[in-house]
């Protein structure tokens, strides 16, 4: 059976991502390892051993292609690799936020996740973007305490006071905040979906973008 792997820093995403491959690629399997220590010690010596170490599991296990959700570490894992194709959660939101152009605000509840979020843009912009950082970091403490309802509404409330022609959510946690900004006239761009079909379509179409 074709198998996706996901490579996550936080439990939660379990559940979510296990909904998406059923909703939009039915009839494929999916496999998650969890290292919620990997987010924090992203910078640390070492850390890529132990990132090659999981995508190795998920391969090992059956994985024909591993989806990294932590935007934070998802360079690192196309950069290690693990034997079958690495897709970084945020690089087909990236792909979509450059496409728009303009000013493009990056907003993140983890400081760490800026600066590898500003670089996926910046490397897949065809020219120059406005890129503003536009952090939200007092509601990580609501993510953290499982409060997800208020973190999408405290992220939801952030965005409504951002000026720009495309808003990031940076992160996979941060997608159910789109859902509370419908009526902005703002795109509000997010990267569950959108990596979990490219993931889908990749294993269909061997040459597919994401499939490498």
Same mark, same amino acid.
């Given at each position: 059976?074709?198998?996706?792997?996901?490579?996550?820093?936080?439990?939660?995403?379990?559940?979510?991502?296990?909904?998406?491959? %059923?909703?939009?690629?039915?009839?494929?399997?999916?496999?998650?390892?969890?290292? !919620?220590?990997?987010?924090?010690?992203?910078? %640390?010596?070492?850390?890529?051993?132990?990132?090659?170490?999981?995508?190795?599991?998920? &391969?090992?296990?059956?994985?024909?292609? #591993? #989806?990294? +959700?932590? *935007? +934070?570490?998802?360079?690192? /894992?196309?950069?290690?690799?693990?034997?079958?194709?690495?897709?970084?959660?945020?690089?087909?939101?990236?792909? @979509?936020?450059?496409?728009?152009?303009?000013? $493009?605000?990056?907003?993140? +509840?983890? !400081? *760490? /996740?800026? &600066?590898?979020?500003?670089?996926?843009?910046? !490397?897949? @912009?065809?020219g120059p973007v406005e890129i503003v950082d536009a952090p939200c970091l007092d509601a990580w403490a609501l993510f953290a305490a499982g409060d997800l309802a208020g973190y999408a509404r405290r992220v939801a409330a952030h965005c409504r006071g951002l000026t720009a022609?495309? $808003? #990031?959510?940076?992160?996979?946690?941060? @997608?159910?905040?789109?859902?509370?900004?419908?009526?902005?006239?703002?795109?509000?761009?997010?990267?569950?979906?959108?990596?979990?079909?490219?993931?889908?379509?990749?294993?269909?179409?061997?040459?597919?973008?994401? *499939?490498?």
């Open positions: 059976m074709t198998t996706i792997g996901f490579l996550h820093t936080a439990e939660a995403h379990v559940p979510t991502f296990r909904g998406l491959v %059923a909703e939009l690629a039915p009839g494929v399997r999916d496999l998650h390892v969890v290292d !919620e220590r990997l987010l924090a010690d992203a910078a %640390a010596p070492g850390v890529d051993s132990r990132i090659a170490e999981r995508l190795r599991s998920l &391969a090992d296990s059956g994985a024909d292609l #591993v #989806v990294c +959700t932590c *935007s +934070t570490i998802g360079g690192q /894992t196309e950069r290690v690799g693990a034997g079958v194709p690495v897709l970084r959660l945020d690089r087909p939101m990236a792909e @979509a936020a450059v496409a728009i152009g303009g000013r $493009i605000a990056v907003v993140a +509840t983890v !400081e *760490s /996740t800026l &600066a590898p979020t500003r670089a996926l843009l910046l !490397e897949c @912009a065809a022609d495309v $808003i #990031v959510l940076a992160q996979a946690s941060m @997608a159910p905040a789109a859902d509370l900004l419908a009526d902005l006239p703002t795109p509000v761009l997010t990267s569950p979906r959108t990596a979990v079909l490219r993931a889908a379509a990749a294993l269909k179409d061997p040459g597919h973008p994401g *499939s490498g």
